[in-house]
């Protein structure tokens, strides 16, 4: 029976001497998940020294990916950053705002979006990526892109990160291309694609079929030569899943540091935030967003990709001091 392990994180300073420490979190038990039995929980002195080596180390502090959308029909922010000036001032816009990391993107992948063109989404994102660093934005750049030919270009304008929601199973060329470039990655999980999505998403089991469809792929990525520290791992919050998929994969969202790699979480907006939080304008979710967020970074989380930077920052600046601090 092969056993899924899942950290119970907890935070604050009156940790016990047996936990393991895990960035702003620790945790001195695990919930053991399995398809045939039920849930147990177990000490730390119980796994193995495999088992627990399976956990990366936590990160110092939560790290914010900017939302940098330069599609005409983006769900929450289409068409409003569509053009070269624009872009590139709300890219460095969300830098001063608390960003770590800005994500470009010329594709929308919302569900029901047609696929866009290689050539144009290169145009779209690559003069964008060359702008921001001419214009001595200091962020990380991630290019969020399915397509082997725009990474390319944008690694070439001056990305850092290859961001592939289709968790590089649209194009067979961009992970080996990313091997070859030495860019680190970011493998999402994707029921479907963008056009079906959200049709009828089955699990068996919403939890453990993320977390084994990750794993083959961050397997895959290691064996074509990227390092496993040079991933990080995304559920895909709202890519083929229902809102009660999603709220499973929130509820044990720390289940997935055993894949060894960081873990990002890419709520902000999304229509599950808009149905519990009674705000059907995608703009008017960012309290829900944040509040997604918070939870997720109480698990142990270690970037959140947002739309709304400066909320975001603010909120995980006072629950940094408020409850995790020593």
């Known amino acids: 029976m092969r056993r899924y392990l899942r950290p ?15 960035g702003w979190c620790w945790f001195s038990h695990v919930e053991v998940l399995s398809r045939d039995a ?45 053009d070269l000036d624009s872009a590139i001032a709300h890219g460095m ?15 929308s992948t919302r569900p029901g979006a047609e696929t866009v063109a290689e050539e144009d989404e290169i145009m779209r994102t690559a003069p964008v990526i060359a702008g921001l660093k001419a214009n001595g934005l200091t962020a990380l750049i991630s290019v969020d892109t399915r397509k082997a030919v725009v990474a390319d270009a944008a690694l070439e304008a001056g990305a850092d990160i290859v961001n592939d ?10 992970a080996p291309l990313c091997a070859r470039r030495g860019a680190p990655v970011c493998v ?6 963008p056009q079906t999505m959200q049709a009828d998403p089955q699990y068996d089991d919403v939890l453990l079929d993320v977390y084994d469809a990750l794993a083959q792929r961050i397997e895959m990525l290691v064996d074509l030569g990227i390092p496993r520290d040079q991933i990080t791992a995304d559920p895909g919050i709202g890519f083929g899943k229902t809102q009660s ?15 060894g790699v960081p873990v990002l979480l890419g709520a902000s907006r999304k229509r599950f935030i808009g149905a519990i939080g009674n705000a059907p304008a995608a703009q008017d979710r960012a309290p ?29 600046a006072l629950w940094r001091a408020a409850v995790a601090h020593p």
Do not use: W
């Not at 790290?63 to 769900?75: E, K, R, V, W």
């Not at 929601?165 to 961009?174: E, I, M, P, R």
């Not at 142990?300 to 909320?311: F, S």
């Open 8 to 22: 119970l994180m907890q935070v604050g300073p009156a940790r016990p001497e047996e936990a393991v420490g895990f």
């Open 245 to 259: 998929h999603n709220l499973r994969l929130l509820n044990r969202l720390s289940l997935f540091h055993g894949l």
């Open 288 to 316: 829900g967003s944040v509040a997604v967020a918070l939870a997720a970074i109480a698990q142990g989380v270690q970037i959140i990709r947002a739309h709304d930077v400066a909320d975001h920052a603010q909120a995980i």
């Open 188 to 193: 999402m999980h994707a029921q479907g694609e």
């Open 38 to 82: 039920a849930a147990e929980v177990i000490p730390v002195a119980a796994l193995s020294a495999a088992e627990r080596a399976r956990f990366c180390a936590g990160a110092e502090r939560p790290q914010i990916m900017g939302i940098l959308n330069t599609t005409p029909d983006s769900f929450s922010d289409g068409g409003l950053h569509s």
């Open 93 to 107: 816009a969300l830098e001063r705002a608390g960003a770590d990391i800005i994500d470009v993107g010329g594709e």
């Open 165 to 174: 929601v289709s968790g590089f199973t649209y194009d067979a060329a961009l």
